[in-house]
């Protein structure tokens, strides 16, 4: 007798050719519902229907197809196990060899704008999951295909093995098959969590497709991954990369510390230069080569080797100015042609387009002994309205301005942070020090006299009153804090006697 394949997919790339193979090479009786039936029928391919091969019809629109003792007890049957075989025999049911199934497109549905609840509810998949789940657990007897990908391969293990695919093909397809299941039940679970009005449900739960395999870590002797959440590509995964070596994890670790600077900035053009996830210069201009060199002149020695972020498209001016020294990536929403034709003549530098890069993820995952810690990401938006001047001199429009955008970058360097600007451009980046004060001393020195007239901003309060007078000693004349020290007044009382502006904004970015 024939062996039995059931073949119920959405997506239907390859669908046809698998199927041929499957009937004229290999002697395949094949059994189908719905649209995948019609498809092979439309091929001109013989296909039996399930409701046919059950004897019970599709029901409730559709919903109810495959659960069926004859199509479960077919994928589930032990042939080693005498019960199971009988079992078969008397129920008249069919062993099938082989389960070839993919999901409802339930990500695609939510990944469209404006989908209802019910839409997305809707494209809840049941009889897949339940028919990959049973022929992933019964591998040592079929073969379950999860994704066209797979199908080539599988022909080539009949080929090889006298029409039989080996028991580590088997094995290996069952896995694929329960990570399908494990990503889409995620990805459910996501979605209704985000519908509750619970700021982080009480089961969290994540999981990738792996992109591509990392030479190494953070450091050679570090094995690394780079990984996709979900089925459709977003984020870094969605992104083009024109030239350029591969990117290490080191590069898409700082790629990001970038992008999430550079979303602060849409209306003007801006740019920003990233070393171990710090900004070592980032500055507004009035076109995006003028952004650029500014953001490069802030630090030009700490921007060799940096990770470029532009929010407007590289024109061959920038281009030009890019190929000055060496970078490892740049990255922006798009690049003109003849700016590639520039580029090109740096062909280790890895240059990417992302043609979103304001959006990001909504928690920020960390691992811990045991463990993991969830939180929301940090995107409040400033809002100059809500600050506090608590100084007698009030701050002008332009100095306003300017502390704002001390206080954007400020939140994307690392605690204890400390940023002093002028001219929208970063002069000097005090990050990841023990102490406020320290911080406050390496962003005045790098400063040096360009601190005069300048601004300072800090992620989190001033303790005491050294640091407004070490930074007014340099020549700061505005700075910008959380404010809620205990001793704010001091600090206070410190910005009126040297005459200057100092404005609370009630919120901290601490970044760790």
């Known amino acids: 007798m024939a062996r039995l394949a059931l073949l119920s997919v959405s997506n239907k790339t390859g669908l046809i050719d698998l199927a041929r193979s499957l009937v004229e090479k290999f002697e395949f009786d094949l059994i189908s519902s719905g649209g995948t039936a019609q498809a092979l029928q439309d091929a001109g391919l013989p296909v039996t229907k399930v409701a046919e091969y059950t004897g019970s019809p599709e029901i409730l629109g559709g919903r109810v197809k495959t659960l069926h003792p004859r199509i479960h007890g077919g994928i589930l049957a032990r042939r080693d196990v005498a019960q199971d075989v009988t079992d078969l025999e008397n129920n008249q049911i069919r062993p099938i060899d082989l389960v070839v199934v993919n999901l409802y497109p339930f990500e695609e549905t939510i990944a469209k704008p404006d989908v209802t609840l019910a839409e997305a509810v809707e494209q809840i998949d049941i009889g897949g999951p339940a028919m990959l789940r049973a022929s992933s657990k019964n591998f040592a007897h079929l073969t379950v295909l999860c994704e066209p990908a797979q199908y080539e391969e599988y022909l080539q293990e009949l080929r090889q093995n006298n029409g039989e695919a080996s028991l580590e093909f088997r094995q290996k397809s069952a896995l694929k098959g329960f990570l399908h299941t494990a990503s ?133 001016d920038t281009a030009s100015e890019l190929t000055k020294t060496f ?93 002093v600007t002028s001219d929208r451009t970063t002069l000097g980046v005090g990050a990841g020090q023990m102490n406020r004060v320290g911080s406050v001393k390496i962003a005045l020195e790098q400063a040096g006299d360009k601190a005069k007239g300048a601004t300072l901003a800090s992620d989190g309060f001033f303790p005491f009153d050294d640091s407004v007078k070490t930074a007014a000693a340099a020549g700061i004349t505005a700075i910008v804090q959380p404010g809620g020290s205990l001793r704010d007044k001091d600090s206070i009382k410190a910005a009126n006697d040297l005459g200057l502006v100092m404005v609370f904004t009630s919120i901290r970015h601490f970044l760790h």
């Open 327 to 419: 970078l490892e990536c740049v990255v922006a929403p798009s690049c003109e042609t003849d700016a590639q034709e520039i580029l090109a003549a740096k062909s280790k530098v890895r240059v990417l387009t992302l043609a979103d890069l304001s959006s990001g993820s909504k928690d920020t995952v960390k691992t811990i002994a045991g463990g993991f810690l969830v939180q929301a990401a940090d995107d409040a938006i400033a809002d100059t309205s809500k600050w506090q001047v608590v100084t007698e001199r009030q701050p002008t429009p332009s100095e306003l301005a300017e502390l704002l955008f001390a206080w954007k970058v400020c939140k994307h360097v690392k605690s204890n942070a400390i940023v």
């Open 184 to 316: 889409y039940d995620r990805a459910i679970a996501s979605y209704l969590s985000n519908q509750s009005q619970a700021s982080l449900p009480q089961q969290y739960t994540l999981s990738g497709q792996q992109l591509q395999p990392l030479r190494y870590g953070e450091n050679p002797h570090q094995s690394a991954g780079w990984y996709q959440t979900g089925t459709n590509p977003t984020g870094w995964a969605a992104a083009t990369k024109l030239q350029g070596k591969e990117l290490s994890y080191n590069n898409l670790v700082d790629l990001e510390a970038a992008r999430q600077i550079i979303a602060e900035f849409t209306d003007i053009p801006a740019a920003t230069i990233i070393k171990h996830t710090n900004p070592c210069g980032t500055a507004l201009g009035n076109t995006i080569v003028e952004a650029y060199q500014k953001a490069f002149n802030a630090d030009s020695v700490s921007a060799f080797g940096g990770i470029v972020a532009l929010n407007r498209p590289i024109d061959a």
